[in-house]
């Protein structure tokens, strides 16, 4: 081979390995960023995964607070609203129905006197859905004269429908038979009351009152405390007859210590009958079991009712509109503030009107 030849086939092959350089290069090239590719879209991945355990954590926080959420509707009952705490209001001034117009109390126009046309004119006209208007003591739907197409009662009843319209409520409270005579003339008296008050479209709200002697010998109650949960049921039996949510019941917490309940009895009725109540009475009792009652706030020394605090306590749970009834007995207004906060009661905001 000449010296020509030799040139020649070196200039050749350093020509193929330069070739093989260049594509070496370029795959290296290549190579390197497919890696670059490889390592974006694993960071990628690192940061998907980073908002996975992210929303992970958001998942499990919801979670824990559902769980609290779950643990306070059980805690209070079927609901998590707390029961509303307020009081009578003195009506010398007509002025606090319309002052307190979306708030839940209670008034009595009149307690021992019937209901005029004139008196029923001093009110405002309001929109109050959660007044609740307490029949007077003379009024007795029960009464024997009752039933009679004329009859005091019958006239009385139609008074404080008119007032319930002026006032933008439906709720009047009546007392439950309390005698013997009335005990027996149940029947005619829920009629009397259909007649004059759920028919007008009112809603009738039945206190439980305490009973007469007579009444309490004639159903041994001291005997057999069971006669009280017979009589309700007797009462709300007669519910049926008329259109649903027409009549509901009212605890008085110092009425059913007259009827020998104390606070533990008293709790069971309470959730026994809780679907058919809106109202409640707070109230404590001065007088002795199986007597009329005389009120005094719950948590006064004077009241009689034992473990008053369990009682409050469980009542507080129930969502209820619960009317602290004073009369000869009072608090300062500093003192319920105290009593709705240790027990979680709502309590509606202070009007110089309020009975407290």
């Given at each position: 081979?000449?010296?020509?030849d030799f040139i020649d086939k070196l200039d050749y092959s350093l020509s193929i390995n330069s070739n093989n ?161 009335e005990y027996i003339n149940m029947a005619q008296g829920f009629r009397v009351i259909s007649d004059e008050l ?35 049921d007797k009462v709300i039996s007669r519910f049926n007859k008329f259109p649903k949510d027409s009549f509901k ?108």
């Amino acid at each position: 081979m000449d010296i020509n030849d030799f040139i020649d086939k070196l200039d050749y092959s350093l020509s193929i390995n330069s070739n093989n350089n260049d594509e070496s290069n370029e795959s290296n090239t290549t190579n390197e960023s497919s890696l670059e590719e490889i390592i974006k879209d694993s960071d990628e991945v690192i940061k998907d995964s980073d908002e996975i355990i992210k929303d992970s954590d958001e998942i499990i926080k919801d979670s824990d607070e559902i769980i609290k959420d779950s643990d306070e509707v059980i805690e209070g009952g079927n609901s998590k609203s707390r029961s509303i705490l307020t009081f009578n209001a003195s009506v010398s001034n007509k002025k606090v129905i319309s002052d307190l117009e979306s708030v839940p109390f209670q008034i009595m126009a009149t307690t021992r006197n019937y209901l005029t046309k004139a008196m029923i004119s001093n009110y405002p006209e309001t929109h109050n859905p959660n007044l609740l208007l307490h029949m007077n003591y003379i009024t007795r739907p029960f009464n024997d004269n009752a039933i009679e197409t004329n009859s005091r009662e019958r006239a009385s009843l139609r008074q404080y429908a008119l007032l319930a319209q002026r006032t933008g409520t439906h709720d009047i409270l009546i007392h439950m038979p309390a005698n013997l005579t009335e005990y027996i003339n149940m029947a005619q008296g829920f009629r009397v009351i259909s007649d004059e008050l759920i028919k007008q479209n009112m809603v009738v709200h039945l206190e439980i009152a305490p009973w007469t002697q007579e009444l309490i010998n004639h159903l041994k109650l001291q005997e057999n405390p069971q006669v009280v949960v017979e009589f309700l049921d007797k009462v709300i039996s007669r519910f049926n007859k008329f259109p649903k949510d027409s009549f509901k019941i009212v605890f008085d917490t110092a009425h059913l210590y007259a009827l020998g309940y104390e606070a533990e009895e008293q709790i069971k009725l309470f959730h026994k009958y809780r679907q058919y109540m809106k109202y409640c009475h707070l109230n404590g009792n001065v007088n002795a079991k199986y007597t009329s009652d005389s009120h005094a706030p719950i948590m006064s020394s004077k009241s009689k009712i034992k473990n008053w605090e369990l009682l409050s306590a469980e009542i507080a749970k129930m969502d209820l509109i619960c009317i602290a009834e004073i009369t000869k007995f009072g608090k300062q207004w500093g003192e319920w503030e105290d009593y709705a906060k240790k027990f979680k009661f709502q309590l509606i905001p202070y009007h110089e009107q309020l009975c407290f």
